[in-house]
Nanobody, 124 residues
Framework: QVQLVESGGGLVQAGGPLRLSCATSGRTFSGYARSWFRQVPGKEREFVAAISGSGSSTGYADAVKGRFTIPRDNAKNLVYLQMNSLKPEDTAVYYC?????????????????WGQGTQVTVSS
């Protein structure tokens, strides 16, 4: 069974950093594009960041550009979301996702594999 499992969420003060991790099990995701989305109650899940299968291309939502990065460790099948200078509006459930095509997609439908999400709360 293919699984993506997020970890690292929690409560953090505004201005602080937090790093999320997304681990995989059930298969290797080498060559898969990996991404992070987030969702708050009553709103659609929104794109945050993505990295291509090769790692040569990344994409970021305007709201997080310059504050978040998405490094990946292919040897460990891990992808991270390094979040710096956090703001209360970054509060959401964060989901990792993967697509077999390897490209940086920004739409929910670009991804066929999803984790269960991890809560990030930023206090002001």
């Amino acid at each position: 069974q293919v699984q993506l499992v997020e970890s690292g969420g929690g409560l953090v003060q505004a201005g602080g950093p937090l790093r999320l991790s997304c681990a995989t099990s059930g298969r290797t995701f080498s060559g898969y594009a990996r991404s992070w989305f987030r969702q708050v109650p009553g709103k659609e899940r929104e794109f945050v960041a993505a990295i291509s299968g090769s790692g040569s291309s990344t994409g970021y939502a305007d709201a997080v550009k310059g504050r978040f990065t998405i490094p990946r460790d292919n040897a460990k099948n891990l992808v991270y979301l390094q979040m710096n200078s956090l703001k209360p509006e970054d509060t959401a459930v964060y989901y990792c996702a993967a697509n077999a095509r390897g490209y940086v997609g920004r739409r929910y439908d670009d991804y066929g594999y999803w984790g269960q999400g991890t809560q990030v709360t930023v206090s002001s």
